[in-house]
Every structure is written in structure tokens, then in C-alpha cells.
């Protein structure tokens, strides 16, 4: 794959989109001169593509580093893995990019060669293991730039190994040097229970005092269903220390259980959404750790969601709680898995719902996945939607697709007051 290539700043679809939000009001005990509506403007970038009839990017997702870029813009630091479409989840080598002027220029990606896969002995063969699933966060206490992910264990031909361990993986970034350091193994009590553990695909929340909450799904040594926890982690800045994990979610529903959970706050409560084969949970929690019983996510018309085996994550506005999300009937039964367009919509946090008068499509489908995306927040004025083109199966490209990463820039017309750097 040739990672040389000239780079494309696109205001897609016209450029502009004006979304107004009905009935949303300031929340909580947040001070703000502000009395209008919140409402946000939707540009789209698309920087790098990649597809070469057989293998494209997957899982795009950015972290900031405040002080690094152009005049006091942040550098933005993008990380994504290959993906060979022949197989189911064979994720190969991991490449990177960023901005330092908040997208009008990119650099070239790059493969980043201290993620690469390595090769253990497992069951007396020799196996590729692979760091994937990879989300970069500003870590503000230590000013560190942290990613977290998981491992996937090969057979040697690269398939995915049944049964298997698995485990939460980190690296930290460099940005005087533009590296990733090697990826390490996050050490958890308990081998058995934490047999097959990852945190890929979670978006995790990091406490005023440093540590970090990172949502988590886990299947015991012999068993089948995997479950969901929030770890909490202390973090000085090269090491993470487990201290305590809170109650654990499962459900029996002959499915393989709870996935890729993804963690916010938003007016003082923690919220969870969590991924199942069959549908779309949420759940919420007063203190992180420990958490309700979970919820399908509805509409507030009380019609199911939709959303089913992918990915939900949450965008968090001081005056506002959304969530990012595909679904079933968008005309897009042609979608492997309804994984495409991207919607967001305002929740209910009373109802724990979703208001239907708000979704709106913020990346379009254009025949490929677009279900394994990240958010960030770049700024009081600016959160992006990541997600690149997954070209699987082989043909996607016949409705238009080709292997584009997205950047799905949303403008705030009130700044988040969330926000700290």
C-alpha cells in the first residue's frame, strides 16, 4: 500500500448544513450569557481515501494536543489500521496523520511502525497479535496524549483465533517526535475473569483528578457471553494502574452478549451505551462506576431505535447530550448490517430516548460501512465525527464509495463549556 499520497481538503455536500434543535435549554448549574437555542452548522472534510480493490483504512479516530499546532490551534492526531477485506476483522498494520491547522492542511499518512503486529507463541504456534481498535484521548491531568485498544490474535494465516485471549492495550504520543510508543498490554487482577477483555471502539471518561474511566467488555475463561464493566485507572502519564472496576452488565439472550460499551457525563450523571447483536442498550449511573439496569434505546415516540451489532458513541455539549448512531430503515438495506449514514440526535436524559426531531444523517452512505467511528472534541466551538469508508463486501464501491476517510465537523452556535485543555 503506498501511504504517499496527495491529501484532499473537501467541503462535501455543498459544504454547509444549518441544524437547528428544538427545546434544548442550558443544563445544570453551568453559567452561561447565553439564551438561545443551541443549535450547530455541519461542514465535511474528507483528508485521505484509500482502497485498492482489496484492503482500505479502518477505525479513524483523532486526539487533540493543545499547544502543538499553528498560532493556538491544537494538533489534531489521527490513527487508523488496514483492513483486508478478504477476511472478517483482519486488521494488519496501523497508520497515522494530523493537522496543525484544524484541517486546512493534512499530513501524509504514515504507517506507524511501533504498532505494528508481533508474533507469540500461543498453543506452541507462533501467532500474529495485532493492536486495533484504537481510540487517541487527551489526557489533561498529565497532558498526555493516550490511545487505548485492544488486541486480536491470528491463526498464522490471519484469521481471528477461537477461543482466545484478548486484552486492553495503550500507547502513548510522542509530539515532539510524531510517534506512537510501542503498544503495551494494561494489567488487570483476575486472569480468568479478564480472560478475553478488550476496550476497542470505547469512548472513556477522564475525572477532573486524572483518573480515567474506561468502559469495557469482558468474557470469563469457558464462557460464551461477554459482559460490561467501567474500569477505573490511575495515570501518571506512562503507566496505567488498575484500582477498581464497578458492577458488571450481562444479558441472556442467546447473543454473544454486551459490547463495546462507550462513557460520558453530562449534568452530573454518567450515561453508557453499549452494543448487542440485536439491539442498541443504555444505561446510567450517579457516581461512573456503578450502573442501572440497562434500557433498549427508543425513539421518544416509543418506536425501537433501530441500531443493532455496531457501534453507538456519544457527542457531549454543555447544553446538550447526543448520540451518534446507524439503523434500520434509511432506505439502506443494502448496507451490510444498516451500518450506514451516520445519524446523531439529542437525548432525552429523563426518558433515556432518543428525540426524533432531531436526527438528522451527518456522514451520507454511499454503500460502504460506516458503523467504526470516534469522536472528538477539537475546541469550545468545534466537535468531529470520524469515520472512513469500510469497503466490505467487495462491490460497495458500485454506490459510490471509495475507501474516503470523513471528518464530520460540527459547529457549535454556543460554546461547550465542557470543554478544558
Given at each position: 500500500m503506498s501511504g504517499r499520497r496527495k491529501f484532499i481538503r473537501n467541503s462535501i455536500l455543498g459544504g454547509v448544513s444549518i441544524i437547528g434543535i428544538p427545546g434544548v435549554k442550558a443544563?445544570?448549574?453551568?453559567?452561561?450569557?447565553?439564551?438561545?437555542?443551541?443549535?450547530?452548522?455541519?461542514?465535511?472534510?474528507?483528508?485521505?481515501?484509500?482502497?485498492?480493490?482489496?484492503?482500505?483504512?479502518?477505525?479513524?479516530?483523532?486526539?487533540?494536543?493543545?499547544?502543538?499546532g499553528r498560532k493556538d490551534f491544537p494538533r489534531v492526531v489521527f490513527t487508523m489500521t488496514t483492513q483486508d477485506n478478504l477476511g472478517s476483522?483482519?486488521?494488519?498494520?496501523?497508520?497515522?496523520?494530523?493537522?496543525?491547522?484544524?484541517?486546512?492542511?493534512?499530513?501524509?499518512?504514515?504507517?506507524?511502525i511501533s504498532m505494528r503486529p508481533r508474533f507469540e507463541e500461543l498453543d506452541g504456534v507462533k501467532c500474529p497479535i495485532a493492536a486495533s481498535d484504537f481510540w487517541p484521548a487527551y489526557h489533561r491531568e498529565s497532558k498526555t496524549l493516550l490511545g487505548i485498544g485492544h488486541t486480536v490474535v491470528y491463526t498464522p494465516d490471519w484469521h481471528v483465533k477461537f477461543p482466545r485471549p484478548r486484552n486492553s492495550v495503550f500507547s502513548i504520543y510522542n509530539s515532539e517526535q510524531d510517534k506512537w510508543s510501542e503498544w503495551k498490554i494494561i494489567n488487570l487482577p483476575d486472569k480468568e475473569k479478564f480472560y478475553?477483555?478488550?476496550?476497542?471502539?470505547?469512548?472513556?471518561?477522564?475525572?477532573?483528578?486524572?483518573?480515567?474511566?474506561?468502559?469495557?467488555?469482558?468474557?470469563?475463561?469457558?464462557?460464551?457471553?461477554?459482559?460490561?464493566?467501567?474500569?477505573?485507572?490511575?495515570?501518571?502519564?506512562?503507566?496505567?494502574?488498575?484500582?477498581?472496576?464497578?458492577?458488571?452488565?450481562?444479558?441472556?439472550?442467546?447473543?454473544?452478549?454486551?459490547?463495546?460499551?462507550?462513557?460520558?457525563?453530562?449534568?452530573?450523571?454518567?450515561?453508557?451505551?453499549?452494543?448487542?447483536?440485536?439491539?442498541?442498550f443504555v444505561t446510567r449511573s450517579k457516581d461512573g462506576l456503578e450502573y442501572e439496569p440497562i434500557n433498549l434505546w427508543k425513539f421518544d415516540d416509543g418506536t425501537d431505535l433501530g441500531n443493532y451489532n455496531t457501534q453507538q458513541h456519544w457527542v457531549t455539549h454543555s447544553d446538550g447530550l447526543f448520540l451518534v448512531y446507524t439503523r434500520r430503515g434509511a432506505n439502506n438495506d443494502h448496507v451490510t448490517r444498516h451500518r450506514a449514514p451516520l445519524f446523531m440526535a439529542q437525548v432525552d436524559t429523563d426518558r433515556l430516548c432518543i428525540i426524533r426531531d432531531t436526527e438528522q444523517i451527518i456522514v451520507p452512505e454511499r454503500g460502504a460501512k460506516l458503523g467504526n467511528f470516534g469522536v472528538t472534541v477539537i475546541s469550545p466551538e468545534e466537535t468531529w465525527v470520524t469515520v472512513s469508508e469500510w469497503m466490505q463486501p467487495i462491490g460497495v464501491e458500485k454506490y459510490g464509495s471509495d475507501g474516503s476517510i470523513w471528518v464530520a465537523r460540527i459547529h457549535w452556535n454556543k460554546p461547550n463549556l465542557y470543554f478544558q485543555h
Open positions: 443544563k445544570g448549574n453551568l453559567k452561561t450569557k447565553y439564551s438561545k437555542p443551541l443549535s450547530y452548522k455541519l461542514t465535511h472534510d474528507i483528508p485521505a481515501k484509500f482502497y485498492d480493490g482489496r484492503n482500505c483504512w479502518v477505525h479513524p479516530r483523532a486526539g487533540i494536543v493543545p499547544g502543538t476483522d483482519v486488521f494488519k498494520d496501523m497508520y497515522g496523520f494530523h493537522t496543525n491547522d484544524l484541517g486546512t492542511s493534512w499530513s501524509t499518512p504514515e504507517q506507524v478475553h477483555e478488550g476496550a476497542g471502539s470505547v469512548q472513556r471518561y477522564d475525572e477532573a483528578d486524572g483518573t480515567i474511566l474506561l468502559p469495557t467488555y469482558f468474557t470469563p475463561l469457558n464462557e460464551v457471553s461477554s459482559r460490561v464493566a467501567v474500569m477505573k485507572y490511575a495515570f501518571d502519564g506512562e503507566k496505567l494502574q488498575y484500582l477498581i472496576h464497578g458492577n458488571e452488565l450481562s444479558i441472556d439472550d442467546k447473543t454473544r452478549g454486551l459490547h463495546e460499551p462507550s462513557l460520558t457525563k453530562f449534568n452530573n450523571e454518567y450515561f453508557m451505551t453499549i452494543r448487542n447483536d440485536n439491539c442498541g
